[in-house]
């Protein structure tokens, strides 16, 4: 297979052929190498993993779904170790080449799908997002990306990483794809959705991104403003979103650890120092730091609730810049990423829906402006992207370089 | 290179022929891979360290001492990770084969130079100890091992870890090539040396090993006690020697950030993942925890040099147990390396030199005591052992079974 971006991961499946009919017949698509492949091993972004698991017996069911609505799988792309980082530098197998902004990151963790669908080498791309997997790459990489309400889509089939966050995504390059594919997983349509009517500019959010990420949105988001009617500027929350993000890292690192613990006890495993400092302070959380974060959680969620109703819809920065330039110390990338969770840990301890769209360009790097919609309104943000549509001022890096 | 215990690096130097006259002429040495060899890697047991270094211009003046005293250099060894490490498990170049316990760990960080006397593939090797990594592999593999006073050979061309407790030493079957060893690099005649007048049975190190183990070692303790005359039982210390390990720890995982950090920042190495954790905990020690240690390692020096005199010396055990199975899961082995460490720390805080010897055995599994005098009394140490020789009651594992 051509992997001109070194997306797609050497010991995936080779290609699968989808059904000879089908909603998406004639298309193709990757996974990200946490999905389950029957007679493959998912190797989750870490050799050490890779060689300690058996193959899979049973191809993850959102994997099924596709194929038996015709799209082929062309294969499986690279992530970030065990879907543990937001940048998609993987030490063991190398960085994907973001296609819109060579020399700079792609974004992760499902750093390879998004390669892929940015550098047009499949259709459609699946990941998964805990922390923003899904929304950062799609930001950096100029393309669509949806998070969809969580826990809508079971988590089955799929290395987990913290459960209460895991979910299901999905890349396209374009809002209609990104649609067809939520009426296959989700069952949704969006044409029978119901239309937003309030857009609410989430400024609390804004003000963490940097003023030319910012000013490079604003032509998307007055977009929207004249496209719902009716604008409002405000915090979503009473508390700042550094609070938020804090306490996600309590509860995110914990349930990670919970999960991959005990088989990091038992082999320990080669990981980039990076993935093992995450790892060890999800370790450290303690119990009570658990319990201030879940309560923390449920206030918020009460707070989005008495803010939201099924007819509006935030409008927010995906990232707060777009892609950083690739190979830097890790303590700069560290303090990158403390400001990029910050934005996307909302819809994380909320559970809503978000998409991000390519519509924003800083200095020639794609940016993404996001839709989020209260939990269970994929289809309101999905509609609304829709309606957009071509009249949405694109950004130019959305479009692929001839040099590829 | 014939190499059954998996011992020897595969980017090392081939064969380097020794001087043809000298002290130390047809003998053969492994140096562990701290070593710098002009023109070759030096690369420390971690693939990035190797990857990222250029080819060492000299070579290690204690290397090339003895290849002029007519010494052949086989070849280099592995190590624990940067030398962070006190098991010899090498997540990336494996762990190698301890020859007179196999399934067992061979001990490290001079796992490899260990291994490669102890299964007779040559004659000695040099090695180094910072926090216990000559003497556990000694005791561990039932060779000779000897950690000589800090500071007496310079740490020139070799690849640093804990600048403060960094110490050169090197591992023999028989106490006199460690001597005639010490005869070439440190200048000093083990036949010239004050004669041990009085022997410390360390009743605080003791306390520390398992029954099994210090039962293993009364006979030679015996020995010692009627070969010097006099003999005492007594406590070194009036501070539990866990809190001497605690503070060690602070000191040289301070100093171990100190000389990694910055490439550890710029690279995001790959690392096993307690040699990871290791790290974290000493860049995370503080400048309190730092001077606390330092005054109390100022105590102890003080309380040592109040104990000791050029004619006592102290005999402990090396380790507190031999060799455990190796691939055990990193929380138990946390435990065990607490406890090897807690009898280690004494050279490491003091300065003092240590020898390990080879005379007892438990369960067939060789375990090592340990002769300690004031530093700079190498040569009093040395002569005691010498003068032991063959009437000590010698581990029957410490031959090597045919199977080889």
């Given at each position: 297979m051509r ?5 797609f991961?050497?010991?995936g499946p080779g290609r699968l052929a989808g059904a000879v009919d089908g909603p998406l017949m004639g298309l193709t698509f990757a996974a990200?190498?946490?999905f389950?492949i ?21 191809t993850a069911?959102v994997v099924q779904k596709l194929l038996d609505a015709g799209a082929a799988l062309v294969g499986k792309t ?35 799908s998004?390669?892929a669908v940015?550098?047009e080498l499949v259709d459609f791309a699946l ?43 999905w890349?396209a390059?374009?809002?209609?794809l990104?649609?067809r594919i939520?009426?296959v ?220």
């Amino acid at each position: 297979m051509r992997d001109p971006y070194g997306a797609f991961c050497a010991h995936g499946p080779g290609r699968l052929a989808g059904a000879v009919d089908g909603p998406l017949m004639g298309l193709t698509f990757a996974a990200k190498d946490l999905f389950d492949i029957a007679g493959h091993i998912t190797g989750g972004g870490n050799p050490d993993w890779l060689a300690s698991r058996a193959p899979a017996t049973k191809t993850a069911p959102v994997v099924q779904k596709l194929l038996d609505a015709g799209a082929a799988l062309v294969g499986k792309t690279h992530t970030d170790e065990l879907s543990r980082g937001i940048f998609g530098e993987n030490a063991h197998y190398g960085t994907p080449i973001n296609p819109k902004a060579p020399g700079r990151v792609p974004g992760g963790s499902s750093s390879g799908s998004a390669a892929a669908v940015a550098g047009e080498l499949v259709d459609f791309a699946l990941g998964t997002d805990t922390g923003g997997s899904v929304r950062v790459p799609a930001s950096f990489c100029g393309i669509y990306g949806l998070r969809p309400t969580h826990g809508r889509l079971p988590f089955q089939g799929v290395l987990p990483q913290a459960p209460s966050f895991d979910t299901i995504g999905w890349l396209a390059r374009t809002p209609e794809l990104l649609a067809r594919i939520a009426n296959v997983l989700l069952g949704v349509n969006a044409d029978q959705a119901v239309r937003a009517r309030r857009l609410i500019v989430a400024e609390d959010a804004f003000a963490i991104a940097e003023a030319s990420t910012r000013a490079a949105l604003a032509p998307a988001v007055d977009h929207f403003a004249k496209l719902i009617g009716k604008c409002e500027t405000r915090v979503l929350s009473s508390v700042p979103l550094t609070e938020w993000s804090r306490h996600q890292g309590a509860l995110q690192g914990r349930e990670a650890w919970t999960t991959f613990g005990e088989w990091i006890d038992n082999h320990n495993p080669r990981f980039a120092f990076e993935v093992a400092d995450n790892f060890l302070r999800g370790m450290r959380v303690d119990d009570e730091a658990v319990k201030t974060a879940a309560l923390f959680r449920a206030e918020r969620r009460a707070e989005f609730a008495r803010l939201l109703d099924p007819e509006t819809v935030i409008c927010l920065p995906t990232t707060p810049f777009p892609a950083p330039v690739a190979g830097q110390p890790r303590s700069r990338m560290w303090r990158l990423r403390a400001s990029i969770i910050t934005l996307t840990c909302i819809a994380g301890m909320t559970g809503a829906p978000q998409l991000s769209m390519p519509v924003g360009e800083v200095d020639g790097l794609p940016i993404g402006l996001s839709l989020m919609g209260e939990a269970g309104a994929d289809q309101v943000i999905l509609a609304l992207a829709l309606a957009a549509g071509n009249q949405l001022p694109h950004s130019a890096a959305a479009k692929l370089p001839p040099s590829g």
